[in-house]
C-alpha cells in the first residue's frame, strides 16, 4: 500500500527520503510511475515548502526553485532566456506541473530545460545546501533539490533548439543548447549540450572544443560539425534510431551555431 | 488510510475521501461520479483527462488529488448552465468538431483555459493551447475552427 507523506520544509522532506520513496514535484513523472503501479517504491514524500516556487536574484546569479513550474519560467521576465526551453516541454497543461526540479531526473528522451541549463553551467542546490554542478548531479542523480543557481546570458550568447516530429509539441529526437561566450571577438570557453543523445542531456566536449578560437560562420564551425557526436552512442528509442540522431545531428548543430531557421 | 480533501468541483463545496496516491480522475470520476473528464493514457500525453485547477489547465491523471485541497477545479461537467451550452460546446457541436467525442472534454477545457485569457486568440495560439491533447479521428482543424468560432460567438454575445 502506497503511503504519502507530506512535510513543511524541503529539509524535513529530504529527511525522509530512502530508497523505497519518491519525491514528488509536479508529479509529472511520479504520479506516472504510481498510475502504472511501480513496485520500485511504496511512499511519495512531498513538501508544501512555499520557498520552492520563488525565483530569487542572489548577486550575479538567479536562483530558480525546483518546484518552479515550467509557466512560472514563461511567465517571468529574469528567467526569459530559458523561455524556448521552457515553452519545449510538454502542452500547457503538462508545463503547469512540471518543475525544473524534476526537468532534471527525466528520463531519456525527456528532460530539455536540463539541456539548457547544463550548456549555462548552472549549480544545482540540493537540499542540505551542499552545491554541484549541473554535470555532476547529472552524473548521479539522487537525493533532493532545492534550487538551480544559473547566470544570465549576455545578448545571444545562448541559443536553444529542440527537433520533434511533430509541432508545437512533441518528444525530443534531440535537443540541443550552446552558450556562445567570446573573447575578442572569437568563440572562447563555449559549452555545448545535448539532449537525447545519452541517457542523460551530456555536454558534447569534442564540439566545445572545436569551437575554440573560431569565427561563428560557416568556416569556424566545420570542425565542429565534423566532431558533432564524437564520443556519443545516441540511443535507439520508437522517436528516433541512434543512427538517424548521428546522421542528423551535425545539421541541427549547424542551425543551432549559426541561428539558421529550420523551416 | 484515505484521507479527507474538501475543495470547490465546478463552484460546488465538495468533501471525498482518496486513497494514498490517488489522482485527482479517479477522484473525480469514483469519487465525485464527475464522469465528464476521460481515462486516456495515465501518462499526461493525450490530455484526456485535462481539467482547470485555479483556472489553468492540468493533467489531472497526474495530480495528486489531495494536493486539490482548498482549490477550484472545473470540468467539463460544469461547463452548461443548465439546459444552456457553453459557447465552445455549442461551437463544437455545429462544427463538427466532436467525432468519438473521447478527447472532448479534455479539448473544450484547454479551449476555455484559452478563451478566459485570451478572448481573442489567433489560429497558432489555439493550436498551441491545445497542443497537449490527442486527437485521432475528428482531425485538428474542426477543433481549432470551433474554437476560434467560440471566441468570436463570444465577442459577439
Redesign the interface.
Known amino acids: 500500500m502506497l503511503e504519502v507523506q507530506t512535510y513543511p520544509t524541503i529539509g524535513e522532506a529530504a529527511g525522509a527520503m530512502d530508497d523505497q520513496a519518491r519525491f514528488l514535484g509536479g508529479g509529472t513523472l511520479i504520479m506516472n510511475r504510481v498510475n502504472y503501479g511501480d513496485p520500485r517504491f511504496n511512499r511519495i514524500v512531498r513538501t508544501t515548502d512555499a520557498s520552492l516556487a520563488e525565483i530569487r536574484v542572489e548577486g550575479e546569479r538567479l536562483e530558480v526553485g525546483a518546484g518552479v513550474t515550467m509557466a512560472a519560467i514563461l511567465a517571468s521576465r529574469d528567467l526569459d532566456f530559458l523561455a524556448p526551453a521552457a515553452r519545449a516541454v510538454g502542452g500547457p497543461a503538462i508545463r503547469n506541473m512540471a518543475s525544473v526540479g524534476g526537468n532534471l531526473m527525466a528520463p531519456h528522451p525527456y528532460g530539455d530545460l536540463a539541456v539548457a541549463l547544463l550548456a549555462l553551467d548552472a549549480v544545482v542546490r540540493m537540499a542540505s545546501g551542499e552545491e554541484l554542478g549541473l554535470e555532476d548531479f547529472l552524473a548521479r542523480r539522487n537525493g533532493v533539490v532545492r534550487s538551480l543557481l544559473v547566470r544570465r546570458p549576455r545578448g545571444d550568447e545562448f541559443r536553444f533548439r529542440k527537433v520533434s516530429r511533430v509541432k508545437p509539441k512533441g518528444v525530443s529526437v534531440m535537443s540541443m543548447a550552446a552558450h556562445l561566450t567570446r573573447s575578442a571577438g572569437r568563440l572562447s570557453g563555449v559549452r555545448v549540450a545535448y539532449g537525447a543523445m545519452a541517457s542523460t542531456p551530456v555536454r558534447v566536449r569534442a564540439v566545445e572544443s572545436a569551437l575554440e578560437g573560431v569565427s561563428l560562420d560557416h568556416a569556424g564551425i566545420a570542425a565542429a560539425l565534423s566532431a558533432a557526436t564524437e564520443g556519443l552512442d545516441p540511443p535507439d528509442d520508437p522517436i528516433a534510431s541512434g543512427w538517424y540522431r548521428r546522421e542528423v545531428a551535425p545539421v541541427h548543430l549547424r542551425r543551432l551555431l549559426l541561428g539558421e531557421d529550420a523551416r | 488510510m484515505k484521507?479527507p480533501v474538501t475543495f470547490r468541483l465546478n463552484g460546488s463545496e465538495t468533501a471525498v475521501f482518496v486513497d494514498?496516491?490517488a489522482?485527482l480522475l479517479d477522484v473525480l470520476r469514483r469519487g465525485c461520479g464527475d464522469l465528464s473528464p476521460k481515462y486516456g493514457c495515465?501518462?499526461?500525453g493525450c490530455?484526456a483527462c485535462?481539467v482547470l485547477?485555479d483556472g489553468?489547465?492540468?493533467?489531472s491523471?497526474?495530480?495528486?488529488a489531495?494536493?486539490v485541497a482548498g482549490r477550484s477545479v472545473e470540468t467539463t461537467g460544469g461547463l452548461s448552465n443548465g439546459p444552456d451550452l457553453h459557447p465552445l460546446q455549442r461551437a463544437f457541436i455545429e462544427g463538427f468538431a466532436a467525432q468519438c467525442g473521447y478527447c472532448t472534454p479534455g479539448m473544450l477545457m484547454?479551449a476555455k483555459?484559452l478563451l478566459d485569457r485570451n478572448p481573442n486568440p489567433t489560429r497558432p495560439e489555439v493550436?498551441?493551447?491545445?497542443?497537449?491533447?490527442l486527437c485521432r479521428c475528428t482531425g485538428y482543424e474542426p477543433i481549432v475552427d470551433a474554437i476560434l468560432e467560440a471566441a468570436k460567438q463570444r465577442g459577439a454575445a
Not at chain 2, 489553468?56 to 493533467?59: A, G, L, N, Q, Y
Not at chain 2, 491523471?61 to 495528486?64: D, G, M
Not at chain 2, 493550436?127 to 491533447?133: H, Q, T, V
Open positions: 484521507s494514498p496516491g489522482n495515465g501518462q499526461g490530455g485535462t485547477i489553468e489547465p492540468h493533467v491523471c497526474l495530480v495528486l489531495e494536493t484547454a483555459a493550436e498551441e493551447a491545445i497542443s497537449g491533447n
